[in-house]
């Protein structure tokens, strides 16, 4: 039976795998609660950083504060990024959106067969670039 493996998930159609790679493009453009976590910061680096209990949410981190100092930490690596000002906020946000990009292979559709034995055989035919929507600005 041929499937389409996109992100770690079989579709049984192509089409089903574009939608899928079209989902995912909103989730990496308007989501980064799925690749980072984003905490505010109160205190300083002088007299030591507090830091605030709630996570912020999609709109808030994108729509973050210039006056603001930030934790961030990338979902994927779990690397941490403590007391950084704006502009390092969205350079480590696009850091942790090419490394869940690269980690969920966002730019490519697997073509499988995949057998009805149990465990199932799954054999790789051909490697697909999602056609719906370019994916490669997230590897």
Same mark, same amino acid.
């Given at each position: +039976?041929i499937k389409y493996?996109?992100a770690f #998930?079989?579709?049984n159609?192509?089409?089903? $795998?574009?939608?899928?790679a079209?989902?995912m %493009?909103n989730?990496?453009?308007?989501q980064? &609660? +799925?690749f980072?976590? !984003?905490? +505010?910061?109160e205190g =300083?680096?002088?007299?030591?950083?507090?830091i &605030?209990p709630a996570?912020l949410? @999609?709109t808030q981190i *994108?729509?973050?504060?210039v =006056?603001?100092?930030y934790m961030?930490?990338?979902v994927i690596s779990?690397?941490?990024?403590l007391g #950084?000002d704006? &502009? $390092?906020l969205?350079?480590?946000?696009?850091?942790?959106?090419?490394?869940f990009g690269?980690h969920?292979? !966002?730019?490519? #559709?697997f %073509?499988? @067969?995949? =057998?009805d034995d149990?465990?199932? %055989?799954?054999?790789?035919?051909? &490697? *697909? !670039?999602?056609q719906?929507?370019? +994916?490669? !600005?997230?590897?």
């Amino acid at each position: +039976m041929i499937k389409y493996g996109y992100a770690f #998930i079989n579709y049984n159609s192509l089409e089903e $795998a574009e939608a899928a790679a079209e989902d995912m %493009k909103n989730v990496l453009d308007n989501q980064p &609660t +799925m690749f980072c976590n !984003v905490k +505010m910061l109160e205190g =300083s680096e002088e007299t030591g950083w507090v830091i &605030t209990p709630a996570l912020l949410d @999609d709109t808030q981190i *994108l729509n973050a504060n210039v =006056s603001e100092k930030y934790m961030i930490s990338n979902v994927i690596s779990g690397n941490t990024s403590l007391g #950084i000002d704006y &502009t $390092a906020l969205q350079e480590r946000i696009s850091e942790c959106k090419l490394e869940f990009g690269r980690h969920y292979e !966002v730019n490519e #559709i697997f %073509k499988l @067969d995949v =057998s009805d034995d149990d465990p199932p %055989k799954v054999t790789h035919l051909e &490697t *697909l !670039v999602p056609q719906t929507v370019d +994916m490669s !600005v997230y590897i």
